[in-house]
């Protein structure tokens, strides 16, 4: 039988561990603070928020709601970001995407200071990651490593493929495979011969974005595969990038969607808050 890599276990073990340091800190005397900006009420991004919200009031971090209306101005969101880069009190800034069609995101993720970036997706955090600085990593990214370490899965010198080359997923997940010292390639919608370059996989972190495109043609004998994709199926039902019922019994390990790399977003975003609070 394949390991079944429970993310929700693994996201709730952090969330634990961040509530006990959450609680010395305030023996302390020091506080956590997140604010968490809303620009309309795209239903997946409400759902998003709220379970951010439920998650900073279990680890005990203060969260700082900010629900703008769609017709806000992009001037009107950047002040807002100012205000909080320069409170002192507020330790991580986070902006829910996707943002109304009339603001430009790449200028708001960098109005946000670097240092309260915690969803790591500031160009100065992103450099940081490809030179080895100490930044905060890409949520998804580092959630799919955290799975990885927890389960007992030693990434030091395996063969890791990437399917995806996303600034947000696909890249920093490499970088960080990389980190780990793995070997890693980068695949993507020009590579020829996908499944000859997936099937040397140990490790196969699937970042596509399209459903069940993973197929046991694809994937080695015993192999690692992290699901990243998120989907509603036909029948309204969620699956991932790969073929969960084609694949699982030809691999070593999986994660399961949902319940696999979801849960671990969220968990990476509150170490993330909380490392901020304490440099």
């Known amino acids: ?45 409400t759902v998003y928020v709220n379970g951010k919200k439920k998650d900073c009031a279990y680890i005990g971090i203060e969260s700082r709601s900010y629900e703008l209306p769609e017709e806000t101005k992009e001037k009107e969101l950047l002040a807002l970001l100012d205000q909080l880069n320069h409170t002192e009190d507020v330790h ?30 500031h160009p100065v955090n992103i450099g940081k990651l490809c030179i080895g600085g100490d930044g905060f990593d890409c949520c998804t990214p580092a959630g799919v490593i955290q799975l990885l370490k927890r389960s007992g899965i030693s990434i030091r010198g395996r063969e890791c493929v990437v399917v995806g080359r996303s600034n947000n997923v696909g890249k920093p997940t490499a970088l960080l495979l990389l980190r780990e010292n793995g070997t890693v390639t980068i695949a993507h919608s020009q590579t020829k011969d996908l499944k000859e370059i997936t099937k040397r996989a140990d490790i196969l972190v699937a970042a596509v974005g399209k459903p069940k495109f993973i197929t046991k043609e694809y994937i080695k004998e015993n192999a690692v595969v992290i699901d990243v994709g998120i989907h509603r199926n036909e029948d309204n039902v969620l699956c991932g990038d790969v073929d ?9 390990a999986i994660t399961p969607v949902p319940g696999g790399v979801g849960p671990m977003t969220r968990a990476m975003l509150m170490y993330n808050c909380v490392e901020a609070a304490c440099k």
Do not use: T
Not at 21 to 39: H, N, P
């Open 244 to 252: 969960y019922d084609d694949v699982i019994e030809k691999v070593g």
């Open 92 to 121: 991580g800034i986070l902006v829910q995407l996707p943002l109304p069609s009339h603001m430009d995101e790449s200028k708001v993720v960098k109005a946000i200071d670097p240092a309260k970036d915690v969803d790591g997706f």
């Open 1 to 45: 039988m394949p390991q079944i890599i429970d993310g929700k276990q693994i996201a709730m073990q952090i969330k634990e561990e961040l509530k006990e340091r959450v609680a010395r800190l305030k023996q302390e005397g020091k506080s956590v603070c997140l604010a968490v900006i809303q620009v309309g009420n795209d239903p997946a991004s």
